[in-house]
Nanobody, 116 residues
Framework: QVHLVESGGGLVQPGGSLRLSCAAS????????MSWYRQAPGKQRELVAN???????NYADSVKGRFTISRDNAKNAVYLQMNSLNSEDTAVYYC??????????WGQGTQVTVSS
């Protein structure tokens, strides 16, 4: 069983920054992709960013140029640096990982609130 644990969420003022972290533990097969999703109140969960084993990345249009996803393969960890935050970024952020067997795992989520 694989467990993903997110950290780094919190309350930040508009224009501020946060860095989310996600660490995987358990019996881990190689992750071919690690991702961040978010879900705002009353909205569907949406993809924020992916990073693949090739280090290729992709981002939702709404976060391009503001967010950066990175990973540490040795630690089975993925990070999300979030800059220039605004109220529309308020959501629960979830870490996700897909292994070589195409099994997808999810974390419990971490709340990010952007408010003055």
């Amino acid at each position: 069983q694989v467990h993903l644990v997110e950290s780094g969420g919190g309350l930040v003022q508009p224009g501020g920054s946060l860095r989310l972290s996600c660490a995987a533990s358990g019996t881990i097969f190689s992750f071919i992709a690690m991702s961040w999703y978010r879900q705002a109140p009353g909205k569907q969960r949406e993809l924020v960013a992916n990073i693949f084993s090739s280090d290729a990345t992709n981002y939702a249009d709404s976060v391009k140029g503001r967010f950066t996803i990175s990973r540490d393969n040795a630690k089975n960890a993925v990070y999300l640096q979030m800059n220039s935050l605004n109220s529309e970024d308020t959501a629960v952020y979830y870490c996700s990982a897909r292994d070589v067997r195409l099994v997808t795992y999810w974390g419990q989520g971490t709340q990010v609130t952007v408010s003055s």
